[in-house]
């Protein structure tokens, strides 16, 4: 059973500046396995907030079928809830109580043991500031302090809109520590980001959305260099001899500077052509797509949606 299904979802949204509809989701598909940290990658207005609004019930769709493990939402939302954490909307704090005693409020409101706060907190990484005023957090803090209260249900599926938002390198990588931690305990996750290299580092599958329809959706790895042939690049003492062995072998190779460019073969292929002729790479391995390029590619034209 995965954990998120959503299928052909539709959110056109009427009304507002001169009653403009505006078409938000377009048949969205979106598959999240149990145990996933998914990214939700889209450029902005793609959908991806008002994707996770209507999974918490905030927004009703026009269309489309979700399940939330296993539960159908909104049908079975109440059902669902408890087991669900979210930061959709930017969480809102005291600023001038401390984390620990707006979590205690919180949890006191939910009606979790006081126990959870602390687990909470130890989890995110808060325990020796959770005293501190929130008005003295740093961003990455105060999301670390969000994501606490979305943990202090012990949710087996956590909802994220933008965690990273803001952050810097070091606040991404303990964003990217903190969801590994949760994957290993069997939380799973679906975040939101427009950042590639941030979904890359984070997450283990990612669904591309682009105009509020999914364009491409597995591992990341896989989603990557999925719009990339095979290339490999490799460095040679002889780069004539290489070429000709190659070619031989019915490969395509160009030159790049140094480099031989080798089309539409993988490592080991090329690797075995050339030793069993006796030639020996100094340097040999697949050659990375522009990664960036990728989601551009896939994503383009999207900063204009069009109107429903
Ligand atoms: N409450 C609303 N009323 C009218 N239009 C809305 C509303 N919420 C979102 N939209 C429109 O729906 C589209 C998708 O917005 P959404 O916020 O879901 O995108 P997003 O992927 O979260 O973008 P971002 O990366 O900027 O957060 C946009 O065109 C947006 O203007
Ligand atoms: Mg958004």
């Avoid at 009653?19 to 598909?29: C, Y």
């Avoid at 329809?213 to 040679?236: E, I």
């Avoid at 391995?285 to 551009?296: I, K, S, W």
């Amino acid at each position: 059973m995965a954990a998120v299904e959503v299928a052909g979802l539709r959110k056109v949204y009427r009304g507002g500046l001169r009653r403009r509809e505006r078409r938000a989701l377009d048949g969205l598909d979106l598959v999240v396995a149990p145990g996933e940290v998914h990214g939700f990658l889209g450029p902005n207005g793609s959908g991806k907030t008002t994707t996770l609004r209507i999974l918490l019930g905030l927004v009703r769709p026009d269309a489309g079928e979700v399940r939330l493990l296993g539960r159908p939402v909104p049908a079975e939302l109440a059902g669902a809830v408890p087991e669900i954490g979210s930061v959709v909307e930017a969480p809102r704090f005291f600023p001038s109580f401390s984390g620990r005693r707006n979590l205690d409020l919180l949890a006191r409101v939910a009606g979790l043991e006081p126990a959870r706060v602390d687990e909470a907190l130890e989890i995110v990484g808060l325990a020796d500031r959770a005293r501190d005023r929130v008005k003295g957090y740093s961003l990455g803090m105060r999301q670390r302090l969000g994501i606490a209260q979305a943990l202090m249900k012990r949710p087996r599926l956590l909802l994220l809109d933008e965690p990273t938002n803001g952050l810097d390198p070091a606040g991404i990588r303990e964003v990217r520590r903190l969801m590994a931690h949760l994957a290993s305990t069997g939380v799973t996750v679906l975040l939101s980001s427009h950042m590639l290299s941030e979904v890359q580092q984070i997450c283990t599958s990612v669904t591309i959305v682009a105009q509020g329809r999914a364009v491409r959706t597995g591992t990341v790895d896989a989603v990557l260099a999925g719009d990339t042939a095979a290339r490999v690049r490799l460095r040679v003492a002889d780069p004539a001899a290489a070429t000709a062995v190659l070619t031989e072998g019915g490969l395509t190779v160009a030159h790049q500077d140094d480099w031989l460019m080798v089309s539409g073969a993988v490592p080991s292929e090329v690797n075995r052509l050339l030793g069993e002729r006796g030639i020996w790479a100094d340097e040999l391995g697949p050659d990375h797509a522009d990664l960036e390029d990728v989601f551009l590619s896939l994503t383009q034209a999207s900063q204009e949606i069009p109107p429903a």
